[in-house]
């Protein structure tokens, strides 16, 4: 018994529906626009904060002009400088920032309890009292 084309449309879509809403899909690509748009921030911090920082200590070394025959050498180590800038603004973001964050947050978690009110001591004297009694 062959389906007609209807029922394969709506059963197709009624797959694509299932595969497209469950949560590891949805998450995962909330994970890959955050992290396009976080790979965005870093690029620009990149090339317009730490870049010219870098320009003022080493003036007039600009490597894009570097050539090795035909070979590029020059744009080659630009990219390399940029990767390595790129991956430790990501190491002091993400693991020393976010990690002082999480352990200041852990800190306030682990603080010791207030101590009990009053009354609650007093009755706690008061049992321990007459357990000592019997």
Same mark, same amino acid.
């Given at each position: 018994?062959?389906?007609?084309?209807?029922?394969?449309?709506?059963?197709?879509?009624?797959?694509?529906?299932?595969?497209?809403?469950?949560?590891?899909?949805?998450?995962?690509?909330?994970?890959?626009?955050?992290?396009?748009?976080?790979?965005?921030? &870093? =690029?620009? /911090?990149?090339?317009? #904060? $730490?870049?010219?920082? %870098?320009?003022?200590?080493?003036?007039?070394?600009?490597?894009?002009?570097?050539?090795?025959?035909?070979?590029? &050498? =020059?744009? /080659?180590?630009?990219? #390399? $400088?940029?990767?390595? %800038?790129?991956?430790?603004?990501?190491?002091?973001?993400?693991?020393?920032?976010?990690?002082?964050?999480?352990?200041?947050?852990?800190?306030?978690?682990?603080?010791?309890?207030?101590?009990?009110?009053?009354?609650?001591?007093?009755?706690?004297?008061?049992?321990?009292?007459?357990?000592?009694?019997?």
């Amino acid at each position: 018994m062959a389906l007609d084309p209807r029922a394969k449309a709506f059963s197709f879509l009624g797959e694509f529906r299932n595969f497209a809403f469950k949560g590891n899909v949805i998450d995962l690509a909330v994970g890959v626009i955050i992290g396009a748009a976080f790979g965005k921030i &870093i =690029g620009s /911090l990149v090339e317009n #904060v $730490i870049m010219p920082l %870098i320009s003022y200590v080493t003036p007039n070394m600009d490597f894009k002009d570097w050539h090795l025959g035909k070979i590029k &050498i =020059g744009l /080659l180590l630009n990219d #390399v $400088i940029y990767f390595v %800038i790129v991956a430790m603004a990501l190491f002091i973001f993400i693991v020393k920032f976010i990690g002082w964050i999480m352990r200041s947050r852990k800190a306030e978690a682990a603080a010791p309890p207030p101590p009990p009110p009053a009354d609650v001591v007093l009755l706690t004297e008061i049992r321990d009292l007459l357990r000592t009694k019997q």
